[in-house]
């Protein structure tokens, strides 16, 4: 059973006047097309990304009923609150029973910017860790730090965040941080993405429909490469070419490779099948020979630490994220 705190009445009612006047839109994906509007674009702080990296990671492993869970969702309902302000940022509870019956506490935190503006757009990623290395020869049943699994694309938004508590977007922009996202076992895909799952199931308010949204997940690790990721561009082929081709206006093909990249299950599938909003995922692996995904050597590892965060790939992501919101969505 689920239920909403922090949300206080003004937020409801004017995120409802904005869903009643956002038209549904097509069934179809509408055509994306990113044109450069002239206008000032904030400087990005790869600097303050790390740090938040290093922040979340002082509490500890983020898993599900951990101290470093709790201490993690306080730390970030601070921030979100800091930057979107008081009656802008919600969160939403709710149970799920886990393995031997744990009964998992859970929060998906929101927030919300230029709430006025019906012209709005979705940026998520999930704050929960893993609670188990099974990539891990040594350590398998060890949970890890998640430096770039969860911190880094939670990192990035919160440097958005705070550039939007300081220059307000052009678009309205709505913030997720998904919980549960990495709790399940290899295969045991119920168990995966449990946030997601129960925002699609229980949305705030009936019928929301942002443009599109964009997922961060493993977004700062060294050696990166983006290719287009497998479900993204099944569900939103022309969205996913279009940031593509920001990134590449920017300098940064190298890392947004045009290359055909695997089906990753990840939170953005869920948002796309209960919702059907167009969400693609910016994710760090390789489509190999067989069209599976290979992810970096630290992936559900205890490698998976501060070393491997590389503060340029964080850069790249941020940079490419606030030009969308600030210069490029008309």
Sequence with gaps: MGNMSNAPFQFQILFLFLLLTVSCGSPDEPRFSFNEQGREVP??????????????????????????????????????????????????????????????????I?????????????????????????????????????????????????????????????????????????YGESGDMQNYFLGSRFWGDNPPVAGYNPRFG??????????????????????????????????????????????????????HVIVQQKTGIPMINIIHHRRNEEGGADFPPYWHTLMDDIDIIDPETLQVVGELVTELIYNRVE
């Design 43 to 108: 400087v990005f702080s790869s600097d303050n990304a790390f740090k938040y990296i290093e922040q979340q990671l002082s509490f500890g492993p983020r898993y599900p009923n951990s101290e470093g869970h709790r201490l993690t969702g306080e730390f970030l309902v601070e921030r979100m609150t800091e930057y979107a302000g008081q009656g802008n940022v919600f969160i939403q509870t709710f149970e799920h029973e886990g393995y031997n019956g744990e009964v998992l506490e859970l929060k998906n």
């Design 214 to 267: 964009i997922l961060l997940d493993m977004v700062g690790g060294e050696n990166a490469v983006f290719p287009k990721e497998g479900y993204s561009m099944n569900f939103a082929p022309s969205l996913m070419n279009a940031v593509w081709d920001v990134a590449d206006d920017l300098g940064y093909s190298d890392i947004f490779i045009d290359e055909q990249g695997a089906l990753v299950q990840d939170d």
């Design 110 to 182: 929101i927030s919300a910017f230029n709430l006025q503006n019906r012209n709005r757009i979705l940026l998520a990623a999930h704050w929960d860790t893993r609670p188990r290395a099974d990539e891990d020869s040594n350590h398998p049943e060890n949970p890890i730090m998640g430096a770039d699994d969860g911190a880094s694309g939670v990192a990035v938004l919160l440097e958005l965040a705070r550039i939007m508590s300081e220059h307000q977007p052009p678009v309205g922009v709505d913030i997720i941080f998904f919980d549960g996202e990495d």
